[in-house]
């Protein structure tokens, strides 16, 4: 005779199943699927019964078997630069947030600005499974990309280039850094640099455009002739320069040059930066020869990154909204992604002038 209690349930082995999510919910399994697969014709209480079955039993779905039937990962790959520059950080980390809205993952790719990962970028990938890319690219030109351009939905972030035929998010460049200069030209300014300025045809060449651009057009609205001397370009885009041209390093080490002129900053009055790590590389050396920020030159960035608030002194900057960049690309890949042949579409996100010590004046002369 067995010693077995009948009455006593047989301890279950291996994995939970769909029927065993059923059987403790006191639903059908299909139910149990039509919650699991976000079917909207389910009531609240049988999807709170079916959803505290799951996390009792520690149900997982077998994923593979969905994304087959679906078509779909649920999975998009974030591809820019340089992940150790704190804008693509800030920018990950609101990509990967608005993408949990959409109940999607992200997988980040870094290129390092090498042409041959961008061009793998641009061919869709051969690699990862991924529904689509969100691409911040640095080197490839528009040329070199629509030839390589592999079938995987793609939406473009920034104005490295702009192309009719791909979705794209951005930030206006010129109109940004036209506020930027308007800044510092209202707090009295009239002998204004710029620092960051890439020859044309280099690499990250359009963004400094854009922004130079901006930088001369709000001279001209305050009548105010640019001096060339106070444009100061950063060091070309190498391998050997991993972090590339817009870094600390470079905005002290171009300062510096500066300081250490002839003439030395020969009435300069105020820097724009065409980012917050130049900017407070170039605060360094302005701290380190005794010139005074805001009271000899005034200094704004653009970026808006978290080291911008405790810089001595604080850095005024152009804060482009990264969460509304980061929602406009999903939101642009599951248009195109539920619509391939939907007209491409560029969408502008918001960007704010956040004014710090470095500008103001006021407190610098108390």
Known sequence: MSSRDDSTPAKRTGAPTIKDVAALAGVSYRTVSNVVNGH??????????????????????QLAARQLRSGRSNLLTLSVPFVSHPY?????HAVVTQAEHFGYDVVIDETRGLLERELRVAAGF???????ILFSPLTIDLHRFEAERGATPLVLLGERFRSTSIDSVVVDNVHSSFDATTCLVEAGRRRLGFLGQVQVGTIGAAPADLRIRGFHLALEAAGIEADAQHIISVSRWDQSNPDGDYSREEGYERVKELIARPNGLDGLDGLVCANDLLAIGALRAFREAGIAVPGDVVVVGWDNTAEAAFSAPSLTTIS??????????????????????????TDIAPYRLVQRESTNTADASR
């Open 126 to 132: 051969s690699t990862i499974l991924t529904d689509g």
């Open 88 to 92: 693509f950080a800030q920018l990950a």
């Open 320 to 345: 482009p909204d990264l969460n509304e960049i980061a929602r406009l690309s999903i939101v642009a890949m599951l248009r195109r992604l539920d619509d391939p042949a939907a007209a491409p579409q």
């Open 40 to 61: 909207r014709y389910i009531s609240d209480s049988t999807r709170q019964k079916v959803e505290a079955a799951i996390a009792e039993l520690g149900y997982r779905p």
